[in-house]
């Protein structure tokens, strides 16, 4: 109990202490807060690129919540991710990180945003979705039903950019990752030769909530309410509902056999009897 008691004492002297000799302690349990919250609830990043456009501009700082992730949440649909790079999705210029001691220290702990390589992007298709681009309409469908990406950069369409077709059904554990600026995103359409342009799950650093900076770009990132069609479930997909109603009835259908069973048995308990 030695260390702790001296800890405790440390932390609440029985005579104030000049504010001088407080400072440094303030400072450096400030640091560690920071560095604690950082790790397990939320962390500004940076946005280098106009990939998400125009839901999120070149210079704006994002506020990602952590604690969705270490929790056990699961990245859904239309959510807006950041995640480090599966391999081979960023070159060796845009993973270059400040060689300043003082501004890779404030960042490691928390105080300055994120700009370490990693990646933004929205999520379109989870874990056993089939996302095909495109349709008759031009819109992408995730198990058969279109999407309304009213999100789009203006003047983009859905399939816009060299990579823009593509029929894939999702591994699971595994996303299927796009920009809202389709026409200059590199995103899982521009990597299906790796993995199938899909990302793990595991890779996932938080989901992005809300824009801190600049002020007048203040918002939060809502799921759009097109990825909130009922029609999107893996469910809605051919033999999803029958499978799964299947599974539900398998008690029920079991419970009924035994007492069936139950009922016989004691029928011809009372006969021989």
């Known amino acids: ?57 070149i210079g704006d700082r994002v506020l990602v919540n952590r604690a969705s992730v270490w929790l056990g949440g699961q990245p859904q649909r239309g959510q807006v991710v950041v995640f480090q790079d599966p391999g081979g999705w960023l070159g060796p210029e845009e993973t270059t990180s400040s060689s300043n001691w003082l501004t890779k220290t404030l960042t490691f702990v928390g105080v300055l945003p994120q700009d370490n390589g990693d990646l933004i992007k929205r999520v379109i298709g989870v874990g056993g979705d089939h996302v095909v681009c495109c349709n008759a309409q031009g819109q992408i469908t995730v198990n058969g039903v279109p999407l309304d990406e009213t999100y789009l950069y203006p003047g983009d369409s859905p399939g816009s950019g060299q990579d823009g077709t593509f029929d894939i059904t999702v591994p699971q554990g595994r996303l299927w990752v796009m920009g809202d600026h389709r026409g200059v995103s590199e995103d899982s359409r521009a990597h299906q030769a790796l993995n199938g342009g899909t990302i793990p799950v595991s890779a996932v650093v938080g989901r992005a ?51 069936k069973l139950r009922k016989l048995a004691r029928k011809a308990q009372q006969a021989h009897e």
């Open 1 to 57: 109990m030695l260390p702790f008691a001296a800890v405790w004492r440390f932390l609440f002297p029985k005579k104030p202490r000049p504010f001088i000799v407080e400072l440094p302690f303030l400072v450096v349990f400030a640091l560690f807060l920071a560095f604690l919250i950082k790790t397990f609830l939320v962390q500004a990043f940076f946005i280098p690129s106009g990939s998400m456009q125009n839901t999120l501009a």
């Open 209 to 259: 909530d809300l824009i801190i900076w600049p002020i007048s770009h203040w918002g939060t990132l809502p799921v759009p309410n097109t990825f909130k069609q009922t029609g999107l479930s893996t469910l809605a997909a051919p033999g999803g509902v029958p499978a799964v109603a299947m599974v539900g009835a398998l008690p029920v259908t079991l419970l009924r056999r035994r007492r």
